[in-house]
C-alpha cells in the first residue's frame, strides 16, 4: 500500500484512492467545493489545489489519484507521494480562488440563511483576503423558483455544479443544468420542466453556499438557533439517518445525515418535510370519549377506567392488541410482553399500514413503499406473539390496547371488525387522525421525532432513534406507559428508568439482538445478529 | 519559396481538386491502401514516430507517440476523430485543406484509423464551416462508393466508416476533451485529465483526436517514408510542411505552405509582401491569439517550429501569423483578445469563468480613460491566477481543468508587459473615440 504524507501527516492508503478522499477520511481538512463523495469529481472550482512534490503544477486534490512508486523514486526513500497543503504557493491560489468567487457574491450573511453553515463564508474567513480588489458593480439577477420547494439565488452561487450532478446521477432525472456560457453560466431548469423528484430537497442540502435554498426553511430561524439531533427517520422502512434542526420545540428542517449503512448522503422529501404532517392536532393529556365527545381526564382517572373496563370485560385473558410499526422496539417489545403476562393465548397482531411501490433511483437510493418505519423490528419484537388480525376478534373479545399509526394507519376489513367488536378501545397516540377517532380512551404519548429507543430497518440495521422534540402537555414517553400499563394489569412493578433499560432487556431476551445496546449503536447504528 | 515544393497545397487550385477522380490521377489514397494491406499497427506508428511529425493543432504532440498511447490489448473499441472546430483567431489553415482537398484529409485519417485499430472514426467540424461539412460529405460519399470506406476498403478485411459531425460553434469544443463532451451529446466542458483521451475518451473508450493539417501529413509520410519528413525543414526536431496562415496589418494576407523552420522575417517580408503601407512592425502574435506576442525586435532571425519559438517566449501553436503595425493601439488589441476569451471560457473552472471577465471590465475602464496606475499590476497578477506565468519549459501550468487559461492569460499579460507605457499613456493622457 502507497505510504503518503500530507503536511505532517503520514498515511498508508489504498492505491487508486483521491487524494482528497483519503485526507478527508483522515480528518485533514482540505477545503473544497465542486467536490462531494457520492457525486463524479469534476474538478472544476479549483479549491482544493495542493502542491505535490515532483509537480511543478498544483494539483486539484479531488481528482489525483494515490499510486505506487517503484522503490528508487520514492521520495525521502518512502514516500509514494509527499503533499503540501499550507505551502506559499498553495495558500496564495486558495486566496485568489476565494477572491474570484467573491467577485460577483453579494455578501448578504446577514439575511442568508445558510449564514454559520457556509463554506463560502468559512473558507473566505479561514484562507481568504479581507478586501477584494474588484472595483466594478457586482453581477445582479433575480432569484428563481426552480420547483419542488426549491429557490435558488444566483447571486450567491459559485457554480461548483454539485446539484446538477446530483439531479443527473442520483435522481437520475436531470432537471438541472448549466445554462449559457463563462460567466454568463447560471443554474437552470428547462423552460416549462421544474424541478420535480422526490430526492429534490437534497440540492438545498449539498450546495455549499446560500444559493439553493427550500422555501419550507427560508428566513424562518438562523441556524446557530437550531440544536440539531442526529436521528433516523421513519417514514418508511429504509431508515434514513437525518440530522433534525429544532428550536424552541419546534422543527424547522430536516436534513440528511451521512450513514453508508443506510441511505449514504441523501434523504427523500417525504422524509425530509415529515415534520409538517404532525405539527397539527397533538394529543395532550389523556382523553375519554364521553358521548361522543372527548373529555380530558387525568391519568389516574384514565388508568382507573381502564382497569374498570378490563374487569368489566371478563378480565385479562380476553384483552385484544395492536402493535405498531411506528413505534420503536421498546414499545412493542413492552407491548409483547405485556401480552404475554396477561393473556394465555396468542392475541397480538400489527397495526396494518399503508403500502405504496418502493422507488429506486440510479445511484442505489431507495425509497421503501412499506411506511412502516419499524416494521422489521415490531417483528422481531413480537414474533412469537402475532397472529393475524382476524382471530383477534373472534371468541369474547375484551379491551384493545393498540399503538398509534401516526395517520398511516390503513382501516382495512379486519381492524374495522376488531374495533367493532371491542366493548373498550385504548389507543395510545399523538395526534388525532381517523384511526385514534375510534378510540373510547386516548393516551397521549411521544409523537415522531419525540420518541426514543431503537428501530429496526428493512436491511436489519438498528439505530438509535434520538428524540429531537420535547413531549407536550401531559404527554408521556411510549415505552414508559406501556410499562405503566404492565404495571397496571400485572401487578408487577416495572424495572424500567429509561429507553434504554428496555433496549438491554431486549438484548437479554431476543438473541439476534443480544448485542445492541444503546452505547454500542453510536450514531450509525449495527445490524441485528446473523446478517453481514 | 525557392527549392520548396509544396506538399500539403500543391493541387490547391487545381480544376475539381476536391474530387475523387481528381485526388485518384493524382496518386491519390496509395498510401492509404498500402498501410491498410500491406503494413500493421506498429509498422504505420513506427514510421510516423520516425517523421517526427507533431501535432498541428497547436500543441505540438508528436503524432506517433500519441497513437502508440492507444492500448494494444483493450476489448474497447478505439475511435478517432479529426477535429476540424479551427476555431484560434488567427488560423485558417484546416479549412482550406477540407475545401481544396479533402481526400488527403481522409486519406490520413484512414492510415491513422488503421495504425490505432479503430472502425469509426468521426471528423468534428466547427458549425459555422458549413461549405466546408459539405465539401467533407461529398468526398466521403465517392469514398464509400468506390470501396475505399465501409466494409472491406481496398478490398482487405478492415472495416472504417467515417462520420462528419457539426459543431455548435464553440472555441473550446477544439480543446480535445471539450470536444469529446460535445461529441457524446454533452455541454463541450473539457474533463480533468488524467485519465487522457488515449484511455478514455470518447464514450470512456482509447480515443486519438488529431488535428486535420496533421492528419493531412499522414500519406506523405507512409508515401515517402518516416526519413524524408525529416528532413524537411531546418530543424529535424520539428520538421516537416507547414502552412503559415498570416493576417493582419501585411499587404497579401493569406495561407502560405512552407518548411518548419522558416524564419518569420521571411514569411511576413518575402511571402506576405511586407506591412501594409510600408508602415513599421510594431509587434506579431506567432501561433494563434493564444502565444505570448512578440515586439518586432523579438522576432530578428525568429525560425518557426516549435522549440525556437518557444524559446523566443511563445508559442508556435497553429502558425496562425498576426501581424501589427505601428499604428495598433495595443491597449484596444488586448482589450480585443481578452473580449473574444471571456466570450469562449466555458465557465467550468473559478479562474478561469470570473477572472476573464474581470480583465474585460478593467480593460473596458482603461479604455473609457478610468484606468487607475494599480490595475495594471492588477491585470497581471488575474492573469497569473488563470494561467500561470509565462513558463513554456513545463508545458501546460495553469491553474485551470484545460490549457483554456493559459490560452487567455499568456498573451494578455504578454501585452502588458511589453507595451506597458502604452497602457500608462492611458492614465493620463485624455482618450478620445
Known sequence: ?532 | MTGYEPILTKHLGQPGSATLAYYLSNEGYKAARSAVRDMDRSQIIQTVKESGLQGRGGAGFPAGVKWSFIPQNSKKPKYLINNADEGEPGTFKDRLLINHNPHQVIEGMIIAAKAIDCHLAFIYIRGEFVKEARVLETALDECYNNKILGKGIFNSKYNLDIIVHRGAGAYICGEETGLIESLEGKRGWPRIKPPFPAIEGYLGCPTVVNNVETLANVPHIIANGGQWFRGIGANPESPGPKLYCVSGHVKKPGVYEGPCGTELTTIIYDWAGGIRDDNKLKAVIPGGSSSPVLKANEIDGLKMDFPSVQAAGSMFGSAGIIVMDETTDMVQACYNLARFYAHESCGQCTPCREGTTWLIKILDRFTKGQGRQEDIDLMLDVTDNIGGLIDLSYGSFGKTICPFGEAVSWPVRAMVEKFRPEFESYLTEKVTG
Open chain 1, 1 to 532: 500500500m502507497p505510504l503518503i504524507k500530507i503536511d505532517d501527516r503520514e498515511l498508508e492508503v489504498q492505491a487508486g484512492d483521491k487524494l482528497l478522499a483519503v485526507a478527508l477520511a483522515a480528518g485533514l481538512e482540505i477545503p473544497h467545493y465542486c467536490y462531494h463523495p457520492a457525486l463524479s469529481v469534476t474538478g472544476s472550482c479549483r479549491m482544493c489545489l495542493v502542491e505535490i512534490e515532483g509537480m511543478p503544477r498544483l494539483q486539484t486534490s479531488c481528482s489525483v489519484p494515490v499510486s505506487e512508486l517503484p522503490p528508487e523514486k520514492k521520495v525521502d526513500g518512502k514516500f509514494d507521494m509527499v503533499v503540501h497543503t499550507q505551502s506559499e504557493k498553495v495558500v496564495a491560489a486558495r486566496k485568489l480562488v476565494l477572491e474570484f468567487l467573491l467577485l460577483n457574491h453579494p455578501l448578504d450573511c446577514p439575511v442568508c440563511d445558510q449564514a454559520g453553515e457556509c463554506f463560502l463564508q468559512d473558507y473566505s474567513f479561514q484562507h481568504g483576503n479581507a478586501h477584494s480588489r474588484f472595483i466594478e458593480d457586482k453581477r445582479v439577477r433575480a432569484n428563481e423558483d426552480l420547483g419542488s420547494g426549491v429557490v435558488i439565488n444566483h447571486n450567491r452561487c459559485i457554480m461548483c455544479t454539485r446539484c446538477v450532478r446530483f439531479t443527473r446521477e442520483i435522481a437520475g432525472t436531470g432537471e438541472l443544468y448549466v445554462q449559457n456560457r463563462g460567466y454568463n453560466n447560471k443554474i437552470a431548469v428547462f423552460d416549462s420542466v421544474p424541478l420535480d423528484n422526490p430526492l429534490a430537497g437534497n440540492v438545498a442540502d449539498i450546495c455549499p453556499v446560500g444559493a439553493l435554498l427550500l422555501k419550507d426553511y427560508i428566513h424562518t430561524t438562523r441556524f446557530w438557533h437550531l440544536s440539531q439531533t442526529p436521528s433516523v427517520c421513519t417514514e418508511c422502512t429504509a431508515g434514513c439517518n437525518i440530522t433534525v434542526d429544532a428550536a424552541n420545540n419546534k422543527i424547522h428542517r430536516i436534513i440528511s445525515r451521512v450513514n453508508e449503512q443506510a441511505n449514504g448522503h441523501f434523504i427523500c422529501d417525504y422524509g425530509r418535510y415529515a415534520h409538517n404532517k404532525y405539527v397539527e392536532a397533538t394529543i395532550t393529556s389523556p382523553l375519554l370519549k364521553v358521548e361522543d365527545s372527548w373529555k380530558e381526564v387525568s391519568w389516574e382517572e384514565a388508568y382507573q377506567v381502564i382497569k374498570d373496563q378490563v374487569v368489566a370485560t371478563g378480565g385479562g385473558a380476553n384483552l385484544r392488541a395492536l402493535a405498531s410499526p411506528v413505534y420503536p422496539n421498546e414499545t412493542n417489545f413492552l407491548l409483547a410482553n405485556l401480552v404475554d403476562t396477561v393473556v394465555e393465548k396468542k392475541s397480538l397482531a400489527l397495526l396494518p399500514i399503508q403500502n405504496g411501490d418502493d422507488q429506486t433511483f440510479p445511484a442505489g437510493f431507495r425509497i421503501s413503499g412499506d411506511k412502516g418505519g419499524n416494521r422489521r423490528g415490531t417483528e422481531d419484537m413480537t414474533r412469537k406473539l402475532t397472529v393475524k388480525p382476524q382471530t383477534l376478534f373472534r371468541g369474547d373479545v375484551g379491551v384493545l390496547l393498540a399503538l398509534d399509526g401516526d395517520g398511516r394507519t390503513a382501516i382495512d376489513g379486519d381492524v374495522e371488525k376488531l374495533l367493532k367488536a371491542s366493548p373498550f378501545t385504548v389507543i395510545l397516540a399523538s395526534n388525532m387522525n381517523k384511526f385514534t377517532e375510534r378510540a373510547n380512551l386516548i393516551l397521549p404519548v411521544a409523537g415522531p421525532f419525540q420518541r426514543e429507543g431503537t428501530i429496526t430497518n428493512d436491511r436489519g440495521l438498528v439505530q438509535w432513534l434520538e428524540p429531537a422534540l420535547q413531549l407536550t402537555g401531559e404527554a408521556k414517553p411510549d415505552w414508559q406507559v406501556v410499562a405503566e400499563l404492565g404495571q397496571l394489569l400485572t401487578g408487577q412493578a416495572s424495572l424500567y428508568t429509561c429507553a434504554g433499560d428496555v433496549t438491554w432487556k431486549i438484548s437479554q431476551t431476543i438473541a439476534a439482538y443480544s448485542r445492541i445496546t444503546r452505547f454500542k449503536l453510536g450514531k450509525k447504528g449495527q445490524f441485528v445478529q446473523g446478517i453481514k
